[in-house]
C-alpha cells in the first residue's frame, strides 16, 4: 500500500520557482499558478520596457520585432502557467488510473515508482 501512496502524490509542480510563488502567495491551491505566470510575465515585461528607456531605445520600443518579444513576455509566459494549472491534475489522477486498472504490471509499478522518486528528486533542488 506504500507504493500506492507515492503513485497517489504524483505532481510535476515543485521546485524553486514553485516554492517561491507559494511564499509570495502567488500560487492558490496546490496547482493554480497563473497568478505566478502573469506576474513573472509582467516582471520581465517592465525590465524590458525600463532598460529600453534607459539606453535610450524608447521610440524602438514598439517596432515589429520587438512587439514580438512584447506578446512572448506579456502572453506566452502566463499561457504555459494556465496549461501547467490545467495538466497537473490530470496527470495526477492518469497515473492513478494506470495504476489502480492493472494497466502497468507489478514489475512495471517499480519502473514507475522510481522515475516518480527520479521527478521527485529534481524537484526539490
Do not use: Y
Not at 500506492?4 to 520557482?17: D, T, V
Not at 500560487?27 to 534607459?54: D, M
Not at 492513478?96 to 512495471?108: D, K, Q
Request: hydrophobic fraction near 50%.
Amino acid at each position: 500500500m506504500e507504493e500506492r501512496g507515492k503513485l497517489e502524490e504524483f505532481s510535476l509542480l515543485g521546485g524553486p520557482l514553485h516554492r517561491l510563488g507559494r511564499r509570495l502567495k502567488l500560487v492558490r491551491g496546490e496547482t493554480n499558478t497563473v497568478a505566478l505566470g502573469l506576474a513573472l510575465g509582467l516582471v520581465l515585461w517592465s525590465v524590458l520596457v525600463a532598460l529600453a528607456f534607459f539606453e535610450g531605445l524608447g521610440r524602438q520600443l514598439f517596432s515589429l520585432p520587438v512587439i514580438g518579444v512584447h506578446v512572448r513576455l506579456l502572453l506566452v509566459i502566463p499561457l504555459f502557467f494556465v496549461c501547467e494549472t490545467a495538466l497537473d491534475p490530470r496527470l495526477t489522477a492518469f497515473v492513478r488510473t494506470i495504476v489502480s486498472s492493472r494497466v502497468v504490471s507489478g514489475g512495471a509499478v517499480v519502473a514507475l515508482e522510481s522515475e516518480i522518486a527520479r521527478i521527485g528528486r529534481r524537484k526539490s533542488c
